[in-house]
Each structure stands twice: as structure tokens, then as C-alpha cells.
């Protein structure tokens, strides 16, 4: 079976990557490969779960997965095996040198951090909330910052004394009560759709270059900085440039469906 394939090949290559014909198969082979090896890492790469250019936006849980993703292709030195499906290699992703560069590590005792963190969650299109419950919010109460990086299995609270990082916790997302005691944490960019300067300069030569019809608020909004709900559906039109899946899969050995002729 292709799962068994995988995981003796995965022996002689460090890393793997598999495409599979749809997302139903996609989770099948994830689910034989854990069976034959629970220990294994492995990354599953999801297409959007809403069509772009819809009025939509794609659930908080797919976006955190494809930001998970991302880091550990950029990021992750260990045995992986990545499975995505052929459809995704069809569509263009953020360019990888966007996401490069682009980990903030937290650590405990750093002074002048406050500011450079708040400065990081805004600019990486972090949603301020009152209590943190998804990946990609922050809740801000006086000395105490609580994250939540999609990089990483649980949100963050980070204790102050003045500008110094006293403490690093990690919290239960449903209770808010800290949990784990830990020395440091990885913020990553909330999202792959990021309303930076140069995206909303794209987006707005890019609007007028393809005359949309019925969405002037959206054009208004993100003009003005404003992101309705349903602005990441402009996605395919921000970038200047977009990369292929592949761009991310420099050191990974491939394997392709055998019905990908068809």
C-alpha cells in the first residue's frame, strides 16, 4: 500500500512528500500512515474550504492548518511525511520569501519586548479579542499578553514586569487558566492573507484592472485599512507574485498518485 511505501521510504529520505487525487483520500492516507507509525510527523497540507472571490472567508481551523503547514515546511528539520492533494499543487500559495524571516521567538527575562511583540501581532493580522479561544488572536490586560501562534499546539501568556518578560505560560484556550511553565514560544504570521502596504497597492491596481461588480465596500474598507469579514476572499490578487507549493518542497522527495495523468 501506498502508506506502507511511504513509511519505509521515509527510512531513507528525511523527508517525503505525497499527493494524493482529492482531500478524501488525503485523510485516508493520513490515517493509515498514523495506524503504521504514530510516532511519525506528519504535515497535511488543506485547500480552502470556501471559494475565493465569493463574499467568503475560510474557517479560523483551515487557515491555523495551512499557517502550521507553512512553518513546518519552512522551518522543521526532522522526518516529515507532507500530503497534499493534486488540486494543490495547481493553485499558488504566498511566495515563501513572505513567510521567511517572518518567526518571532519569545523568550523569558528578554527586555524591550513589549512594543516589538505588539508590533509583530498587528503587522502579521493578529485579531484583538477579549479572551483568546483560535489561533491568530490576542488579548491584551495590562502586564499580560495572551497569544495564540498557529505554529504551535497551545496559546501563550506572557507575564510582564514592566518590560521585561517575567514568565511564560501556557493556557488551557477554554478554562484561560495556565497550564505548562515553559522558556519559549514561536509566533508566526496569523495568516497567509496579509493586508500589508504593498497588498493593499496590488489589490487596488489589480480591482480596477479586473472591473469587479457589487463589491465597492470591500474595495472602500481595504482601501482605507478597513477589513470586512470576507476580505481574504481577494487573496489570488494581492501579491505581486505567488509561488507554487513546490518552491516550498526544495528538500523533499515526491511521490505523485498514479491516477495523476487523469
Known sequence: SISLLLC?????????????EDSNSLKKLENEIRNIDPKVNIVVFPEFDCPLLSNLSPTKILIKERMHCFYNLIYNKSK?????????????????QRLENKRLKV???KINTFERINSFLSSQMYERVEFVRNSGEYAVRGDIIDIYSPSEKHPLRILFAFD?????????????????KINEYYLFPATEIIFDEDAIRNFRENYRKLKFYGKEEYYNSISN????????????IIYDKYD???????????????????
Open 8 to 20: 519505509y521510504a521515509l527510512k531513507k529520505h528525511k523527508k517525503l512528500a505525497y499527493f494524493c
Open 80 to 96: 516529515t511525511i507532507f500530503l497534499a492533494s493534486i488540486q494543490s499543487l495547481l493553485l499558488k500559495v504566498i511566495p515563501k
Open 107 to 109: 523568550v523569558v527575562n
Open 164 to 180: 521585561e518578560i517575567e514568565s511564560l505560560f501556557l493556557f488551557d484556550k477554554n478554562t484561560q487558566k495556565s497550564k505548562t
Open 225 to 236: 485599512k478597513i477589513l470586512l469579514p470576507g476580505s481574504d476572499q481577494f487573496y489570488p
Open 244 to 262: 507554487s507549493l513546490l518552491e516550498y518542497l526544495d528538500d523533499y522527495s515526491l511521490f505523485l498518485t498514479s491516477n495523476f495523468e487523469n
